[in-house]
């Protein structure tokens, strides 16, 4: 901590000790909700875009504001974040909402990790080496010169028999086995009639290519581009800045954004302990609270906030990719093609369309496909879903926080979606994905069922 950070630290501490009692006797306040139990916290973040609200949180003072003095701190890769927020070693962290998930079910490791804000929705999307593009872009239909977007796996069907007849394998990269990415680049190969293989946990077989036409495997989302055009992976599924990062070195082409897999469809969480929040309800509370602050910046009157925001992620502490790579994507653009950019408004959403709140449904998701390629390798009850998605989606704290923020005066009920306040934690019948599959998060099981390529009922490897 800087001596300008302590010192402003002391200020705030011995300012809000001054006027506490004053305020509490005048309103309800921010104090109803009580100090923070804990106030040094360290949270860690990967290197991408969709960290954006931590970032923001932390240099808007919006932590600061709910006397919370944070450090962030950027992780090497996705275990080594998981098993330092299990350990203590971070108090919390961007996550893939995958983690969470599989770490309470005890896939990998176990640890009862939970939920209380979703972090954005969107912001990933799937790119292929410039040798595979060449391939694939005679089954691409076109548009006044240029490929009609979304690009379907189908395209991408006959280059894996071609690699398939001679003999190699075709192999593709995301960027941990429960992430979003690894389960959006399988949908998409999936519902373009490719498989992309098997877990088989119960049988000591975690790598996923059991009965696999692509082999996909994990790297680190910085090394993405470079893994790629040294030939190790014919292309992947990251977020950003990595895929506009292969167009700007010219090394590869986007073919679909997440988006357009399924519309709006969530993405990272912030996750710590469960035991983190019991001991320490008031500052998990108001962690919420500052994050919530961050992601409505961020999306606020249209996304003007965006320049100021890219400046910051460019900065070597956080994403450190180069300003115009950010810019690419995080102010409304998406470009495919050296040239070919394209207005994608939603590429990142943070607070639109009731981003932050914690879905259970968007958990049980997560679960249909963690059972469709065998990651829970038995059948499971659909009471077994909706009881896990309630132990680690947590819309409880989340609520607690909107509240606070209202009774402050920092936000008004109109600022939130009126689901925040009447859901039951379930969207409803999502019929916004590219194969027109409808799913229910009430009814995992017949979604399972619905699916062409995948286990389905009892079915066990």
């Keep these: 901590m800087t001596y300008e950070q302590t010192g402003r630290r002391s200020f705030i501490k011995k300012t809000t000790q001054a006027i506490a009692s004053v305020i509490a006797f005048s309103s309800a306040s921010v104090y109803a909700l009580g100090y923070p139990e804990k106030e040094d916290l360290k949270f860690g973040f990967i290197k991408l875009t969709d960290m954006a609200p931590l970032a923001i949180a932390y240099e808007k003072r919006f932590f600061e504001d709910e006397g919370l003095y944070v450090q962030l701190e950027a992780q090497a890769n996705w275990k080594v974040l998981l098993d330092r927020v299990i350990d203590g070693q971070l108090d919390g962290a ?5 983690q969470p998930i599989a770490a309470t079910i005890g896939y990998g490791t176990k640890a009862n990790v939970i939920t209380p804000i979703s972090m954005d929705l969107n912001g ?23 490929p009609k977007h979304p690009i379907s796996a189908s395209a991408l069907k006959p280059v894996v028999e071609s690699y398939k007849n001679a003999g190699k394998a075709f192999k593709m990269g995301m960027v941990f086995p429960v992430s979003t990415h690894n389960y959006e680049l399988r949908y998409w190969l999936a519902a373009g009639g490719l498989k992309p293989g098997y877990y088989a946990p119960h049988k000591g077989d975690t790598a996923g290519t059991f009965n696999a036409d692509v082999l996909l495997s994990v790297t680190p989302p910085p090394q993405m581009p470079s893994t790629m055009e040294a030939g190790t992976i014919e292309g992947y599924c990251v977020g950003e800045p990595w895929n506009q990062q292969a167009v700007f070195k010219g090394i590869g082409v986007p073919v679909i954004s997440d988006n ?44 003007k906030n965006r320049p100021e925001a890219v ?16 810019a690419n994507s995080m102010t409304g653009t998406f470009e495919y093609e050296k040239g ?44 077994w879903y909706q009881d896990m998605a309630k132990k680690v989606y947590r819309p409880d704290i989340y609520k607690k926080a909107v509240e606070a923020l209202i009774e402050d005066g920092v936000m008004k009920k109109s600022d939130f979606d009126d689901a925040v306040f009447t859901t039951d934690g379930y969207r409803g019948v999502q019929d916004d994905f590219m194969d027109g599959i409808p799913y229910d998060g009430s009814k995992p099981n017949a979604y399972i069922d619905s699916l062409k390529i995948g286990l389905k009922g009892k079915e066990k490897l």
């Design 94 to 98: 961007h996550m893939l909402a995958g």
């Design 260 to 303: 357009s897999i399924q519309t709006n469809n969530p993405e990272k969480v912030f996750g710590l302990r469960e035991d983190f929040y019991e001991q320490y309800p008031n500052t998990t509370i108001r962690i919420v609270k500052a994050m919530i602050r961050a992601a409505k910046w961020l999306d606020e009157k249209n996304n």
């Design 340 to 383: 070919d950019k394209r207005s994608e408004p939603d590429f990142n959403v943070f607070f639109r369309y009731n981003a932050t709140y914690p879905y259970y449904s968007d958990a049980i998701w997560y679960m249909t496909q963690m059972r469709r390629w065998g990651q829970i390798s038995e059948y499971k009850p659909d009471t």
């Design 124 to 146: 990933n999307a799937i790119t292929v080496s410039n040798k595979t593009w060449e391939a694939m872009k005679s089954n691409v239909e076109m548009a006044n010169g240029k």
């Design 311 to 326: 400046k910051i992620l460019s900065k070597s502490s956080y994403v450190g990719a180069d300003y115009k790579v950010i």
